[in-house]
């Protein structure tokens, strides 16, 4: 298979991880007789540096022809002072909304031997395999007005949705509950929100299309509590963007570290951009100690999402699990009596295992 690859690195870590990334694909590459050329872009910050936007056309252009994209992470102290709409953060969002990317899927599968101070018994995190769909294109992070007003001393957000990016969404949702355990958590924010109302009436229309999903409304607040405290009763998740956001973080804790999720940002036909859900975590960026994990899961969603490489990705995921289960990690993670290693040596690692193919493990969820 021929694939044209589109890597936008961004800022801090995402350089680092992306040459994790890099490597395992290359790998994979030579493993299975595929060809993936790379194509490496400007976002956020380090656009900025170059061009003065934190998404150039020429950005743009590249993630319209491409195949696929990968993309580390965007922002920095450096940038922070400058204007929303000048921000390393627009890049991300203007890309997002410029390829119709709706729906984002963070898969959370917790693992216990990362977690051993954990208050959760064992079998509940080890239970826990959760796909949380946020969306992706609208909610506050998009509405207008978004201003300040009053002599700069008032200030609007604007939360809009319009029905049909709701259904859209919750059919995606439904369809990959489906494929999964059949099981569908609605979260909102109903009894304060219009707009939660509405989403609420969207998820009870479409449930009588999918009859064998059984669906449950949360309230955000419950949710963000349940989430920690009983992490197995979840399977799908369905929520909007700034939801989704915060509770893909929070879920993160069940697999030891935010730079363990990995992502997949998705419309209907296929097209996809791949990122993990970690920031450019400017308190270790340029130490060489970031985990590259996310980054790596995030191309074996890609293969499998934008490709259809199913025996590929699985390969990765399990090629990820099997090297932590050997005890080695990142210092992010916390397993008792294994080995710290780097950014570099985890990759290394990684590819390690995937050439040997020292394949056995019963962790590894399929990412749906
Ligand atoms: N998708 C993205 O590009 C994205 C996502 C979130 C935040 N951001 C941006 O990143 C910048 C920093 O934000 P933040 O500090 O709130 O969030 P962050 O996700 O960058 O970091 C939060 C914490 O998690 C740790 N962490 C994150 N990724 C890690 C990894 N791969 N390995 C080990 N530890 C990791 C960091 O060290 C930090 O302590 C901000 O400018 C923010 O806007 C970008
Ligand atoms: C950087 C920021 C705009 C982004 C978001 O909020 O979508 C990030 O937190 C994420 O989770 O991808
Ligand atoms: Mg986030």
């Known amino acids: 298979m021929n694939k ?32 993936f050329t790379f194509h490496q872009h400007a976002i956020g910050g380090d656009a900025i540096d170059q061009s003065g936007t934190p998404l150039p056309e020429d950005t743009i252009k590249a993630c319209k022809h491409g195949d696929a994209i990968l993309l580390g992470a965007v922002g920095g102290e450096k940038w922070d002072s400058l204007p929303g709409h000048m921000r ?22 917790g693992f216990t031997p990362l977690l051993h101070a954990s208050p959760l018994k064992e079998d509940v995190i080890k ?9 992706l294109t609208g909610g506050l992070y998009f509405g207008k007005p978004s201003e300040r007003r ?3 001393n008032a200030v609007v957000d604007t939360l809009y949705y319009h029905r049909s990016e709701m259904e859209r969404i919750i059919d995606k949702a ?25 989403w609420r009436e969207v998820v ?28 197995n009763r979840f399977d799908v998740i369905v929520t909007e963007n700034l939801f ?23 419309r209907s036909d296929g097209v996809g951009l791949y990122e993990p859900v970690h920031g450019s975590a400017p308190d270790i960026a340029g130490k060489g100690i970031a985990n590259p994990l996310g980054m790596i899961l995030s191309a074996a969603l890609m293969l499998r999402h934008s490709f259809g490489l199913e025996e590929e990705a699985s390969e990765i995921e399990e090629a990820v699990y099997n090297s932590l289960e050997q005890g080695y990690h990142t210092p992010d993670l916390h397993i008792k009596g294994g080995k710290q290693v780097g950014t570099k040596e985890m990759t290394k690692i990684v590819v390690e295992s995937l050439t040997t193919k020292s394949v056995s493990n019963s962790i590894c969820s399929m990412y749906v």
Do not use: C, W
């Open 4 to 35: 044209q690859i589109i890597l936008l690195p961004g800022d801090g870590v995402g350089k680092e991880i992306m040459e994790s990334a890099k490597l395992v694909l290359n790998t994979v590459a030579s493993e299975f007789g595929h060809s």
């Open 88 to 109: 390393p953060e627009k890049g991300l969002l203007g890309i997002r909304k410029e390829l119709g990317l709706f729906a984002n899927l963070r898969p959370v599968k």
């Open 127 to 135: 239970d826990s395999d959760i796909l949380i769909i946020r969306e």
């Open 150 to 152: 009053e002599n700069g």
């Open 174 to 198: 439904f369809q990959s509950a489906r494929l999964r355990n059949k099981q569908l958590t609605s979260v909102d924010k109903a009894n304060v929100l219009e707009s939660s109302r509405m």
């Open 204 to 231: 009870n229309e479409k449930s009588k299309d999918y009859p064998d999903v059984t669906v449950e409304h949360l309230l955000v607040d419950a949710a963000a509590m349940k989430l920690i405290t009983q992490p």
């Open 244 to 266: 989704g956001d915060i509770l893909s973080d929070e879920a993160s804790v069940l697999t030891g570290s935010l730079g363990m999720l990995p992502s997949a940002s998705v």
